[in-house]
């Protein structure tokens, strides 16, 4: 997806669970002669697309491998418990960890949060990805605990969440190399920042030129007439009608 007037495109990658769509719309506002091409990637992968060339910025969960990336950390997920619809703790609005030190947790490969001690029971299979974690909850089987966009990501119509109150949680954060921090990218960082476009950290377009002032009209370039004396009427010659001064 090539913008054919420019030859230049922004390649932004994502992972699941993030949407872009709030910063896509600014920069199709901004910068409509740069198209943007979005690519979905898995979680552990995303990084691997910016340093293969395959795209120039992304939206990933952290931690990540910092070596030779530029990271700004942009916002924290809650993390909820998805359990089936008649489980004990959808009676509370949130729960903690000590709620759930009963249950299967499932631990899938793909999981984005970080854990120092992972709670519940250990499951009796670790899921390949989130996805099928979520088919073995439905199954009731255990429990899975994940950031909120995917829970909703992966909403079923026979599960529900709860948020967990003391659980880890993972941050989402937009990354790129910083040996290949172009313009463009340099345009997206101000825009996720909440840069105006006028900002002056930002690239604002090029002033326009100031307009040339208008050429003098000849009647403005005449120099004006010094004012008239007296009451404006013409002085008259001396001793001009003065009687018994005209010649025979």
Known sequence: MTD?????????????GVTPAKWVNVWIERTPG???????????????????GDADAGLVRLPV????????????????????????????D?????????????????????WTARPGLPAFTRPATTADAVELVAAGTGILLVPLSLARLHHRRD??????????????????????????????????????VNSSRGRAPAAPAAPASPAKKPEQRQARKPPQTGSGRRATQTGRGKKGNRPR
């Open 34 to 52: 740069v198209p943007v091409a979005l690519v979905a990637a898995p979680t552990a992968e995303a990084v691997g697309l910016l340093r293969n």
């Open 65 to 92: 491998d910092r070596d030779g990336l530029s990271v700004i950390p942009l916002y924290t997920e809650t993390t909820v418990a998805v359990v089936p619809k008649d489980h004990a703790v959808t009676a509370a």
């Open 159 to 196: 599960l529900t969440y709860r948020p967990v109150t003391d659980a880890p949680q993972s941050q989402v954060a937009l990354a790129w190399l910083t040996d290949a921090t172009t313009d463009l990218v340099e345009d997206f960082i101000g825009i996720v920042r909440g840069r105006t």
């Open 4 to 16: 054919g007037e420019t030859g230049r495109t922004f390649r932004l990658a994502y992972v699941p």
């Open 94 to 114: 949130e729960v903690s960890l000590a709620d759930l030190a009963d249950d299967e947790v499932f631990h899938p490969l793909d999981d984005v949060i970080e």
